[in-house]
């Protein structure tokens, strides 16, 4: 499944973001039941899993991010989305949008750059 993000950019301290990732057409029929998740990757850090949301729209977060970001899902768009609010520095990175199956095999597309300034 080859996603492609978007939205990302410079914003400042506290400021709010929303990302999208987007899926092909192609995958139209099997959109729906994918968990997707999205996943980010810091100046000199591992990549970690920031949110996910399954097929039923249930949530997880990073506690990093607990109450900060939101993941959402539109299957009839064949998009899912990422409310991010009260950025801080230590949110900069590079985002990804992904399947946790993808993402273990290491399969990821191109991210999209967020950088919180101070």
């Known amino acids: 499944v080859q996603l492609v993000e978007s939205g990302g950019d410079l914003v400042q301290d506290g400021g709010s973001l929303r990302l999208t990732c987007s899926a092909p057409?192609?995958?139209?029929?099997?959109?729906?039941?994918?968990?997707l998740g999205w996943y980010r990757q810091a100046p000199g850090k591992q990549r970690e899993l920031v949110a996910q949301?399954?097929?039923?729209?249930?949530?997880n977060y990073g506690d990093s991010v607990k109450g900060r970001f939101t993941i959402s899902r539109d299957n009839a768009r064949k998009r899912v989305y990422l409310q991010m609010s009260s950025l801080k520095a230590e949110d900069t990175g590079v985002y990804y949008c992904n399947t946790p199956i993808q993402a273990n095999a290491n399969d990821w597309g191109q991210g999209t750059q967020v950088t919180v300034s101070s």
């Open positions: 057409r192609s995958i139209t029929s099997v959109f729906n039941p994918l968990t």
């Open positions: 949301i399954d097929s039923y729209r249930a949530t």
